[in-house]
Nanobody, 123 residues
Framework: QVQLVESGGGLVQAGDSLRLSCVAS????????MGWFRQAPGKEREFVAA??????????ADSVRGRFTISRNNAKNTVYLYLQMNSLKPEDTAVYYC??????????????WGQGTLVTVSS
């Protein structure tokens, strides 16, 4: 079983940048796509970005495309996932979750979730 731990959240002002990180440990011998999701107060969790195991393909929600960049580093025993967030807006305020899929492509719903990290963007 993979364990996911996010970090990097915080309070920033509109227009600022922030980088989220996620460390995956455990079943790192398997290959899996990963993604970022977020849940704003009073709203359902929504997709933000995803990346294949190789990193060769990515996908973004329309609301973040052009501002956010997802990337990963498949190290020997640990997988690192990142989300570079630029030009942040107050509507980006949410708890951001790292997630791992069952396959090398981001099909369907992720199977493993992190505990989340809070991003707050003030106007």
């Amino acid at each position: 079983q993979v364990q996911l731990v996010e970090s990097g959240g915080g309070l920033v002002q509109a227009g600022d940048s922030l980088r989220l990180s996620c460390v995956a440990s455990g079943r790192t011998s398997s290959s899996y796509a990963m993604g970022w999701f977020r849940q704003a107060p009073g709203k359902e969790r929504e997709f933000v970005a995803a990346i294949t195991w190789s990193g060769g393909s990515t996908n973004y929600a329309d609301s973040v495309r052009g501002r956010f960049t997802i990337s990963r580093n498949n190290a020997k025993n640990t997988v690192y996932l990142y989300l570079q967030m630029n030009s942040l807006k107050p509507e980006d305020t949410a708890v951001y979750y790292c997630a791992a899929y069952d396959s090398t492509w981001y099909y369907g719903s992720p199977r493993v979730w992190g505990q989340g990290t809070l991003v707050t963007v003030s106007s």
